[in-house]
């Protein structure tokens, strides 16, 4: 049966990096007959200069009977100073809640032909592979109260709250032992129990649902150590998993391990693997309109999509591989280039997917 495909590049460089991965999605449709029809809708700042929101409901109306949502970015200086509850940011978010993601698959992977461009030491980095399960629609992120609020005395005060239910916590735990299984078996939870409950409780809620995972190896480590280990000696980890925020910061440091942020891809799952795939940079407002950025992450995240949510996983292959050889011809966009290399545009680098594909 055919499979619709929610196209929303947003803002900034998704535009452009959606135009690549789109170019490789048409191949696998008129080339090796996968069988897909894709939709586009506006999120994000675009979406606000057009509608007056950052995620119309023609868009989450697209979504819901999508099969699958593959998302550029979202943001930029224009929209930053708007009220916080139409920022572009709002439209991502409210995706990702409204669609129930919870679970957000950030791997990280250090393709051998990029050490040099890591900026970390190559024997640190090399074969690197991490996948990083990061809750996606609890905590900090969305626990109530929350807001800035004026004292009696005239002083402003912000506020946000850091919020689990247990079967949030425990249904993001079987995620990660689930994928654990498929690689290492190894799970490290990333909390700070130390100091706050509510991932005290978090660690807790980690051990029972352990029990149910004998072959699992699971440990536990504070946010600040993680930080530090992931640039000390990441290759220790298999699985992290995580809360929305650790997560956040979390995978942008396991991201620069890779040689750049523009390389990797995103998969945001609901319970039932339907998911929105996404490169985890973000806009990159100050490189955005140049024909510049990086397609890789996006393409990639096409990969991802064909693999966990369209069972296609020869297809996803075949991406993987087209990467791969553009890669060992020595294309590269600015990003990931050093001297030697040919660099090309983010045209050029889809063209190259696509040819790499065709041939
Ligand atoms: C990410 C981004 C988002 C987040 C922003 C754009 C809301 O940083 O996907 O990591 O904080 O989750
Ligand atoms: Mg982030």
Redesign the pocket.
């Known amino acids: 049966m055919t499979k619709l495909i929610a196209v929303l590049p947003g803002d900034g460089i998704g535009q452009e990096i959606v135009a690549e991965a789109v170019k490789v999605l048409e191949v696998l449709k008129s080339d090796f007959g996968l069988d897909i029809e894709m939709e586009n809708g506006l999120v994000g700042g675009t979406a606000y200069d057009a509608t007056g929101t950052p995620l119309p409901d023609e868009t989450m109306e697209l979504c819901k009977r999508s099969d699958s949502i593959l998302l550029g970015a979202?943001?930029g200086y224009k929209w930053e100073s708007l009220d916080i509850a139409v920022r572009p940011?709002k439209g991502?978010?409210g995706l990702r809640a409204g669609l129930d993601l919870f679970a957000n698959l950030r791997p990280a992977i250090l393709y051998p032909q990029l050490a040099s461009a890591s900026t970390l030491n190559a024997e640190v980095v090399s074969g690197l592979d991490l996948m990083i399960v990061r809750e996606l629609t609890g905590g900090i992120y969305f626990g109530q109260p929350r807001g800035v609020r004026t004292l009696e005395n005239g002083e402003r005060e912000g506020y946000n709250t850091l919020v689990y239910k247990e079967s949030e916590v425990s249904r993001i735990a079987k995620v990660a032992f689930d994928i654990a299984m498929k690689r290492d078996k190894r799970v490290c939870s990333v909390d700070k129990a130390n100091v706050l409950e509510c991932t005290e409780m978090w660690r807790e809620v980690m051990i029972e649902e352990a029990k149910g995972h004998p072959e699992i190896e699971l440990s536990h480590m504070y946010v600040d150590n993680a930080a530090m280990q992931l640039v000390r000696a990441p290759k220790q980890f298999d699985v992290m998993v995580t809360t929305n925020m650790f997560g956040?910061i979390l995978?942008d440091c396991a991201a620069m391990l890779t040689g750049s942020i523009g390389m990797l891809p995103s998969a945001s799952l609901d319970a039932n693997g339907k998911g929105m795939y996404e490169p985890?940079h973000?806009s990159a407002p100050d490189i955005a309109g140049q024909n510049i950025a990086n397609p890789l992450a996006t393409i990639l995240s096409v990969s991802m999509m064909l693999r966990y949510s369209l069972d296609q996983s020869e297809m996803a292959d075949k991406i993987d591989a087209a990467v791969n050889t553009v890669l060992d011809d020595g294309k590269r966009t600015a990003d990931i280039y050093t001297d030697g290399d040919i660099k090309v545009s983010t045209s050029e680098m889809g063209d190259a997917v696509v040819a790499a594909l065709k041939a």
Request: no cysteine.
């Open positions: 979202v943001g940011e991502l978010l956040d995978s985890i973000g």
